[in-house]
């Protein structure tokens, strides 16, 4: 039972909560029974894994948390990446909120059979929030590593202004596609934009919004494209 607060394992979770150590080591954290139960589900094995009460004082734990209101588990895992495959993928851009990176993980493992791919600019799939927003893709369908100058297959470019709603795009597609976003406000690069295979936008109420939360969007994206790409729609 670790019962001081300088014990080496408490320090290299707390390091890794900043991602110059998770990129230094190849780790990240993972916080909460969920998580860990997760990790174990799809087959991941913690480098360490402290349980409240049972290898930790819980108050010990609760001070190396990156969670407000503590945590009774933390798992400390090697980074793993996916290559591109699969019919349908996510390509992000300069995404830079780990919530919505964590979050597009969560609907890309739950719509399609192929990874998200992150680009330049995108936060850390592995940072604590990422992480937790994943609620568990970020073992099942780990991430992969994206140049937008190489995308495999046909590529379509979701944007607000796109001449063409994804369905009707969606009808000529064949996998295996990317569908690339950009961050809310400054959109995919002009470049990526100008040679996408296909321009698409997702139809929004004229009295709504002028936009969708990237995730939001990603999640609309991928539930149309991957209905398609089964032969479901």
């Keep these: 039972m670790i019962t001081s607060p300088h014990n080496d394992q408490l320090k290299t979770i707390r390091k890794l909560h900043q991602r110059r150590w998770r990129d230094k080591t190849g780790l990240f954290v993972a916080e909460g029974e969920d998580l860990v139960d997760a990790a174990a589900a799809a087959g991941r094995e913690p480098e360490l894994l402290l349980r409240a009460g049972e290898d930790v004082e819980p108050d010990l734990l609760h001070a190396v948390s990156a969670l407000g209101s503590g945590s009774r588990a933390i798992g400390v895992y090697r980074q793993e990446?996916?290559?591109?495959?699969?019919?349908?993928?996510?390509?992000?851009?300069?995404?830079?909120?780990p919530g919505n990176v964590g979050a597009v993980l969560r609907s890309a493992h739950a719509l399609s059979d192929g990874p998200v791919l992150l680009g330049p600019g995108c936060a850390d799939p592995f940072s604590p929030k990422a992480v937790r927003a994943s609620m568990g893709a970020v073992f099942a369908r780990p991430p992969g590593r994206g140049d937008?100058?190489?995308?495999?297959?046909?590529?379509?470019?979701?944007?607000?202004?796109?001449?063409?709603?994804?369905?009707?795009?969606?009808?000529?597609?064949?996998?295996?596609?990317?569908?690339?976003?950009?961050?809310?406000?400054?959109?995919?690069?002009?470049?990526?934009?100008?040679?996408?295979?296909?321009?698409?936008?997702?139809?929004?109420?004229?009295?709504?919004?002028e936009s969708l939360n990237v995730a939001m969007a990603a999640t609309v994206a991928l539930y149309e494209l991957g209905n398609r790409m089964a032969g479901h729609a």
Excluded at 83 to 95: D, E
Excluded at 169 to 190: F, I, K, S
Aim: charged letters at 20%; a negative charge.
């Design 81 to 97: 990446w996916s290559p591109p495959g699969g019919s349908v993928m996510v390509y992000l851009h300069a995404v830079d909120d």
């Design 148 to 209: 937008p100058a190489a995308l495999p297959g046909e590529t379509v470019a979701l944007e607000p202004g796109a001449p063409e709603p994804l369905a009707d795009v969606a009808a000529r597609l064949h996998p295996p596609l990317v569908v690339c976003l950009g961050a809310e406000r400054e959109g995919l690069p002009a470049e990526l934009s100008r040679t996408a295979s296909h321009r698409a936008r997702i139809p929004l109420r004229a009295d709504g919004p």
